[in-house]
């Protein structure tokens, strides 16, 4: 059975510093989808980021990055400078070819204070 | 964009009351999900749906049931509430030919 694992319960960071959230993920499958949302105070859900087994290329987007390493079973999302509006809780999931179902790590929540 | 609405935001019950959660998508999605959300718990899949009248448990269905009976709308039904399924209840849904999943704005449920 598929696992993913967010060690970090909460964090908490002072404006412009830069942040990084841990996920560590479980599968014996060869192809998969890792995924990134954030759910702010309001509680929706937002996708941030995809990301599939066969594509270990790391992304940025704007002060966001991510570092996927098939090695480690890892993929790391980073905040650069982060801001206030950056507080929310977010969330790591996997999803396995063929199942439309996601697995969800139990969440960090980033608290980011001026 | 795609559009997922919850009819409550926030809801309060009592134990033993029939509770329905509907949730409606916009997007012509084949797939619908429900999750609870518990501090410390993470997002916990209660049921899916991949078409009409098709259901599937997820890792919490007892005290719980759905319907399906149009494809824009999945409703989540809790026979007899009880104090501990007060929660966050978070719907979702899910093109089978894209990967992401839409999720709703969340009903939060108290059970008293």
């Known amino acids: 059975a598929q696992k993913v694992t967010q060690a970090q319960t909460e964090i908490s960071v002072v404006e412009k510093e830069d942040v990084t959230l841990d996920c560590v993920y479980e599968?014996?499958?060869?192809?998969?989808?890792l995924f990134w949302y954030k759910q702010p105070p309001s509680g929706e859900l937002v996708f941030l980021i995809r990301?599939?087994?066969?594509?270990?290329q790391n992304e940025i987007s704007g002060r966001y990055s991510w570092n996927f390493q098939k090695s480690t079973s890892s993929f790391n999302f980073t905040i650069t400078a982060s801001q206030v509006v950056d507080s929310a809780v977010y969330f790591c999931?996997?999803?396995?070819?063929?199942?439309?179902?996601?697995?969800f790590g139990k969440g960090t929540m980033l608290l980011v204070s001026p | 964009d795609v559009k997922v609405t919850q009819s409550s935001r926030y809801l309060v019950k009592r134990t033993g009351e029939k509770v329905f959660l509907e949730c409606v998508q916009d997007m012509d999605h084949e797939n619908m999900f429900w999750y609870r959300q518990d501090p410390g718990l993470g997002l916990r899949l209660i049921y899916f749906s991949y078409d009409v009248k098709m259901k599937e448990k997820g890792d919490i269905p007892e005290g719980y049931s759905v319907s399906r009976e149009k494809k824009e709308r999945f409703s989540l039904i809790l026979e007899s509430a009880s104090t501990n399924q007060t929660s966050m209840y978070l719907c979702a849904s899910a093109d089978t030919a894209r990967v992401g999943q839409y999720f709703g704005p969340g009903t939060r449920l108290t059970v008293t």
């Open positions: 999931a996997l999803r396995l070819s063929g199942y439309s179902t996601l697995t």
């Open positions: 599968t014996r499958d060869t192809t998969y989808y």
């Open positions: 990301r599939n087994s066969f594509d270990e």
